[in-house]
Nanobody
Framework: QVQLVESGGGLVQAGGSLRLSCAASGRTFSSYGMGWFRQAPGREREFVAALSWRTYYADSVKGRFTISRDNAKNTVYLQMNSLKPEDTAVYYC????WGGGSNLPSAYDYWGQGTQVTVSS
């Protein structure tokens, strides 16, 4: 059974930083692409970043967020710097179906439960 567990969310002031972690189990972690998505109240889930043999970022976070992984720990990270109030959302990690990484939620078959990130102005 594949499980993804996020951690590291919280409340931070604008301009601050947080690092999210996603611990994976139940599949050969290194064979799959991993992604981060977020969903704010009243809005659709949106792509943030993905990592396979390359990295992908949404334009809104490019230059501020960094996705990385530690295959030995089966963990993917999202380092978030220069946070803005508009980054406030529930952040989800996901494991993709084919290993190539994608900005499309439909490309991912396993999702974590989410972690709340709140950025105050």
């Amino acid at each position: 059974q594949v499980q993804l567990v996020e951690s590291g969310g919280g409340l931070v002031q604008a301009g601050g930083s947080l690092r999210l972690s996603c611990a994976a189990s139940g599949r050969t972690f290194s064979s799959y692409g991993m992604g981060w998505f977020r969903q704010a109240p009243g809005r659709e889930r949106e792509f943030v970043a993905a990592l396979s043999w390359r990295t992908y970022y949404a334009d809104s976070v490019k230059g501020r967020f960094t996705i990385s992984r530690d295959n030995a720990k089966n963990t993917v990270y999202l380092q978030m710097n220069s946070l803005k109030p508009e980054d406030t959302a529930v952040y989800y990690c996901a494991s993709d179906k084919w290993g190539g990484g994608s900005n499309l939620p439909s490309a991912y078959d396993y999702w974590g439960q989410g972690t709340q990130v709140t950025v105050s102005s």
